[in-house]
């Protein structure tokens, strides 16, 4: 057996759990992806265990939960001074025949952690430890570790068969780590590329969020590449396939959509919005994958042979909209896509009154995150009017700062005449009643020093 005597350091409750499987005669190491996030020097989300023990065996020494007997995971609590921690451990097996691209029909528990590590789908991922013996790796995980290549335990085909979301881990581990393919792998994944049609949507959308969410997002191209987008979402090849002769772009719709999602201004949303930062970033970046979708089966050339593509925004909301559903997202998600996807073409005159109604119409909350998808929209396009379309940008966004700092009202909740005042005054509950508070609204939003009761009370004849 390989030994690289490499040291981690393991969390305490991991450790004690180690000791005791030992003490008691068992084998047990970290394995997987916290041996892999711990060698490039990231802090491992999880730390999970494998040994020789039974499940049943492991039962009888630790507090359990019962998380996968049929596969051999129990999860071990643990008491420390800040709370209960878990972890899970898991036994070695061998997966027996795999019957539906994701689950094999039996597992067999087996005392040998080689033929464990054997069954697991990258050689990054196929690396144990343990505190006395270093880092085990018969595949050579840590050395394409170093290299950054993505490679199959084994035969490709024969791993991609046995869960044929694999495919998509390949190219979201090759994006989080900056990595490359190896050929024999990328081969297969090509060859194999329809069955992912067996995968279910949720586990689809799951591993696209996770590349999405990467320092790599660009790397969503592999999917068109391979042949797998045409199989979950076969929108973004037909913008692959959609050149844009027009002087405001120079590259393909799916080239542009694909530059949109790695010119995020990651940093600036960090420092304005850190309490929100990762529900943020994952609404931009699947607005930026959606927000040209439609351009497509929008496109139209004029005489001169330049290309259009009209109403591309509005076609876009539905066209998001049942992707997102195809894919299996919330219906938060879908409506703040929709919302964005409608406006990234926004260009309204840089006027207080227009960005009040732009407020209003697109909401308080996310509303400046309309500003980073217009500026990645931007950085994206071509040279063209590049300076004027900046300087419109940063205008919008002084009013909008503007705006805010002042506290002037932008939707209901702040209006100074409430239903209540309406009723007080001998109205009926009722539509009437919203009707008069919209127009209050209306009058507002243009002029913001309007809003005080006894004004607008007045004004609309309200005594």
Not at 356 to 365: D, S, V
Not at 449 to 455: L, M, S, V
Request: hydrophobic share 35%.
């Amino acid at each position: 057996m390989q030994e690289k005597r490499r040291q981690i350091r393991l969390p305490e409750g991991a450790r004690k759990i180690i000791e005791i499987l030992n003490q008691n005669g068992y084998e047990a190491y970290v394995v997987g992806g916290c041996v892999r996030d711990s060698l490039l020097g990231r802090e491992p989300a999880d730390w999970d265990i494998t040994t020789s023990a039974l499940p049943q065996q492991v039962k009888a020494l630790f507090k359990t939960i019962d998380t996968g007997l049929r596969h051999g995971t129990v999860t071990v609590l643990l008491r420390d001074k800040e709370g209960i921690e878990s972890y899970e451990v898991t036994t070695y097996r061998i997966d027996g025949e795999y019957e539906d691209a994701r689950h094999p029909k039996e597992v067999t528990f087996t005392s040998s952690l080689s033929e464990d590590l054997a069954r697991r789908d990258f050689t990054v991922n196929a690396m144990a430890y343990h505190p006395e013996e270093g880092v085990v790796d018969l595949y050579g995980g840590e050395e394409d570790l170093e290299k950054r290549i993505i490679r199959c335990v084994g035969d490709a085909k024969e791993r991609f068969t046995e869960d044929a979301l694999r495919m998509m881990r390949a190219i979201r581990f090759a994006a989080q780590l900056s990595a490359c393919i190896e050929d024999n792998t990328y081969a297969a994944i090509r060859e194999m590329a329809p069955s992912i049609e067996k995968v279910s949507a949720e586990r689809i959308h799951a591993e696209m969020e996770k590349l999405l969410d990467s320092d790599n997002p660009m790397f969503f191209k592999l999917f068109y590449e391979t042949g797998l987008s045409a199989y979950f979402m076969p929108e973004f090849d037909r913008c692959m396939e959609t050149e844009q002769n027009n002087p405001h772009h120079l590259y393909s719709v799916g080239e542009h959509i694909l530059y949109s999602l790695q010119t995020l201004d990651l940093e600036r949303l960090r420092l304005e919005r850190p309490d929100t930062y990762d529900e943020d970033l994952r609404l931009l970046r699947i607005t930026m994958l959606l927000h040209d979708i439609a351009k497509p089966q929008c496109k139209t050339t004029d005489e001169n042979g330049i290309d259009h593509f009209k109403g591309h925004n509005r076609e876009g909301v539905g066209l998001s909209e049942e992707i997102l559903r195809r894919l299996k997202y919330d219906n938060d998600t879908i409506e703040m896509v929709k919302g964005f996807t409608l406006h990234h073409d926004w260009r309204p005159d840089p006027t207080p009154s227009a960005i009040r109604r732009g407020i209003n119409r697109i909401g308080e909350k996310f509303f400046p995150l309309l500003f980073y998808v217009m500026e990645a929209d931007l950085r994206a396009q071509s040279d063209y009017e590049r300076e004027q379309k900046e300087t419109r940008l940063v205008r919008m966004r002084e009013i909008y700062e503007e705006i805010v700092k002042d506290r002037e009202c932008v939707s209901l909740k702040t209006l100074a005449v409430k239903g209540a005042d309406l009723i007080a005054a001998g109205y009926e509950p009722g539509p009437q009643i919203g009707k008069i508070l919209s127009g209050m609204l209306e009058e507002v939003l243009e002029n913001p020093e309007h809003n005080e009761r006894d004004y607008l009370m007045k004004l609309f004849d309200i005594y």
